[in-house]
């Protein structure tokens, strides 16, 4: 209505006639795909394979899920054994240490149970293994000194717990009862535990000696044999560093070897019913 010349009438009028066309063959197109889906369609089977009957149950092979599973768990065992092993670096056997250290092991103390933790394990069992290692131990550390006659031994250990103390304790007892004149001393003035395990008192001890409260004869006891003499720690002293790195602490030492040389040299003259 808005076209004013005859051409664009007539080219109006032209796409009008085509897109009638279009949509007339649309609704053609639309009527019959209706008419199809609103039919009834034929279907049709047919049997390619038959079905065969299962013998047996289907289900998992237990037997080889168990047979796997010992597979497996027998490997990560074995793996971590052996990461456990190749982690562990500590000195377990005495050709272990040979090897790394070049030292020789003079004795090997086996782990003891709770109740032969003390110091008398060589006089109260006799007969077991850990006293015929201490007496073994004795041994070795007597046949390479017998010329040089070595008089004093230091029994130490790295941290605390280690046994440093029942050690140190059986080996003296495993030495006078031989017939060696000992004096043991217990110089760990931080946590003193001899005189537990020998089951001494300690009221006055090395403290007191190196601090010149009492001398030596008054501190030192005679525990278990007439040939050991124990020189328990004593009063708890600050500084005991201060004093056991000291040239009081080697005049002690030197007094000590003296005076059981001439205590034990007047028993032989002068023995006393004990």
Do not use: W
């Not at 795909?33 to 092979?61: D, E």
């Not at 000291?246 to 034990?264: G, N, R, W, Y």
């Amino acid at each position: 209505g808005s076209l004013n010349s005859a051409r664009e009438i007539s080219q109006s009028e032209a796409e009008l006639t085509t897109l009638r066309q279009k949509l007339t063959t649309l609704q053609s197109n639309y009527a019959a795909l209706l008419i199809r889906c609103t039919g009834r369609a034929s279907n049709s089977l047919s049997l390619l394979v038959p079905a065969a009957l299962p013998l047996k149950p289907i289900g998992p092979n237990r037997l080889m899920f168990v047979l796997v599973s010992m597979a497996i768990a027998l490997v990560i065992s074995g793996g971590a054994a052996y990461l456990i092993e190749y982690l562990d670096d500590t000195l377990q056997t005495p050709e272990t240490i040979h090897r790394l250290l070049k030292y020789t092991v003079i004795g090997y103390i086996s782990e003891m149970d709770e109740d032969m933790k003390k110091g008398t394990v060589v006089l109260d069992r006799p007969a077991s293994l850990v006293a015929e290692a201490f007496r073994a131990l004795k041994i070795n550390l007597e046949y390479p000194n017998m010329n040089v006659g070595t008089k004093c031994l230091l029994v130490a250990s790295v941290s605390k717990t280690e046994g440093k103390s029942v050690v140190a304790s059986n080996l003296a007892l495993s030495m006078a009862i031989s017939g060696k004149r000992v004096i043991l001393v217990d110089a760990d003035l931080r946590r003193p535990s001899l005189h537990k395990y020998l089951e001494l008192p300690n009221e006055i001890g090395l403290s007191d000696v190196l601090q010149g409260k009492v001398s030596v004869d008054q501190a030192e006891i005679q525990a278990h044999s007439e040939y050991l003499h124990v020189l328990t720690a004593g009063s708890t002293i600050f500084n005991p560093v201060d004093y056991l790195d000291s040239e009081k602490m080697d005049q002690l030492l030197s007094e000590i070897s003296t005076s059981m040389t001439t205590f034990f040299q007047l028993r032989a003259r002068h023995p006393v019913e004990s």
